[in-house]
Every structure is written in C-alpha cells, then in structure tokens.
Nanobody, 131 residues
Framework: EVQLVESGGGAVQAGGSLRLSCAAA????????MAWFRQVSGKEREGVAAIGGDGITSYAGSSVKERFTISKDNARNTLYLQMNSLKPEDTAIYFC????????????????????????WGRGTQVTVSS
C-alpha cells in the first residue's frame, strides 16, 4: 500500500522559510517520479516542483524556481521541498505526489509537474504566509 505523508507546513511571515517533508511508504523515491503540488480553496491544484527517478528536476515558473528547491533522501525514502523567501501568494495546501514512471513526461519536465502524470497522493499540509 502506498502512503505519502506530508509534514513541515505551518504559519510564517513573508520572507520566511519552511521545509516540507514527504515520508513515502510503498514507493521507492530512488526510482519513482515525485512532485509537490499546491491548492488554494476554490482553485485548481497546481504543480510546484518535480523530480524524476533520474534526478532531473522541474519547477513551475521562475518565481518558484528561484525560491524553492526540491530534493530527496533515498536512504530515508523522503521527498523535500525547501521554500525560501515565502510570499503571501504561496499560501496553500501542499501535496506530495508520486508515480512509478522513472522519468518525468515532457510536459512535466518543461512546464512543471502535471497532475495527470502522478497516481499517488498525500493528504497535504497547510502553508500560510502572512504579510
């Protein structure tokens, strides 16, 4: 059974940092494609960052790429998202996602993670950034 459990969310002021973690079970982060998505109430879920089983990373836009870093710890079987210089518009529920395909699709690689490319999802962790 696949389980993805996010943690590390919270409330911070603008300019602050958070590191999200996603502990994976039933998934091998060494070979799976992994990603972070976020969703604001009433809006569609949007991709934030992804990392393929080959280590290639992808970010959804320059604003995210300049401030966020996706990484994984194979020994801990855990995915991370380091978020720096947080802005109020980063406020959302952040979800971890995984798929058994090793390589990111072309769309996920060049446009940021695409929700349809990922088959397993965590329940999310809330991030709130105040101005």
């Amino acid at each position: 059974e696949v389980q993805l459990v996010e943690s590390g969310g919270g409330a911070v002021q603008a300019g602050g940092s958070l590191r999200l973690s996603c502990a994976a079970a039933g998934v091998d982060v060494r070979t799976y494609s992994m990603a972070w998505f976020r969703q604001v109430s009433g809006k569609e879920r949007e991709g934030v960052a992804a990392i393929g089983g080959d280590g290639i990373t992808s970010y959804a836009g320059s604003s995210v790429k300049e401030r966020f870093t996706i990484s994984k710890d194979n020994a801990r079987n855990t995915l991370y998202l380091q978020m720096n210089s947080l802005k109020p518009e980063d406020t959302a529920i952040y979800f971890c996602a995984a798929d058994s395909r090793r390589y990111l699709s072309a769309k996920s690689q060049f446009l940021g993670p695409q929700a349809q490319d990922f088959s397993h999802w965590g329940r999310g962790t809330q991030v709130t950034v105040s101005s």
